[in-house]
């Protein structure tokens, strides 16, 4: 209840930051997470807000010391450091991931992202996935839930960065009902030999 009340003020403060009402569901976080494992290596979470994808990371037998949470709220961060103190846990915009060092230099085998996207501008949008692959193994998959009835990363935009998007199951059991996708590149090419600038045309809907 505690926690509820918290993620609920939290959304009062800002809510398109939050975009929730509530926390993620124990259905969600389980869906989201389903694909990975102990085996997966290092795993960066964006927005985690009040730990629910952590929590089932850990269950999953993610190590904390294998976990980088990356989480703008402050209220949540300072929270998230208190209750996974072996987790690297960085208040920072999930934008500007590609400038810091997580795993120091080993690359992260997943992403499991609670952030807001419909909500963001596409160039903000295209900061946070490109800073996300930028971190992650060739073969690598970013986890995006979402409450609308498509991938909230438009095609177009998928297809700037060459990614691809797959629905992996929805539940109903959440507040609201929400989807799952998981976004991989096209080809695995390590992100660091693509070259991109802020300048490029950005495609919008």
Not at 46 to 60: K, S, V
Request: net charge positive; proline share 8%; aromatic share 8%.
């Amino acid at each position: 209840m505690a926690e509820t009340l918290g993620f609920f003020q939290a959304w009062l403060k800002n809510p398109l930051r939050v975009a929730a009402i509530a926390p993620s569901s124990r259905s969600l976080a389980n869906l989201i997470t389903s694909e990975i494992s102990r085996d997966t290596g290092p795993v960066i979470e964006l927005g985690p807000g009040t730990g629910a994808f952590t929590r089932a990371l850990i269950a999953r037998g993610v190590r904390q010391e294998d976990l980088a949470l990356i989480e703008f709220g402050s209220e949540f961060a300072a929270a998230l450091h208190f209750h996974y103190p072996r987790a690297r846990t960085l208040w920072m915009d999930a934008a500007r991931l590609r400038a810091v060092d997580l795993f120091d230099g080993r690359a992260a085998g997943a992403v499991v992202s609670g952030l807001p996207l419909l909500s963001m501008p596409p160039r903000k949008v295209i900061a946070i996935l490109t800073g996300a692959f930028r971190k992650m193994e060739p073969d690598g998959a970013l986890y995006q839930f979402t409450y609308g009835p498509r991938c909230p990363v438009s095609l177009r935009l998928l297809d700037h960065l060459g990614l691809e998007a797959e629905r992996i199951g929805g539940t109903l059991a959440n507040l609201p009902p929400a989807a799952v996708y998981r976004i991989r590149r096209r080809h695995p090419i390590p992100f660091h030999f693509v070259r991109f600038s802020s300048r490029q045309h950005v495609p919008v809907e």
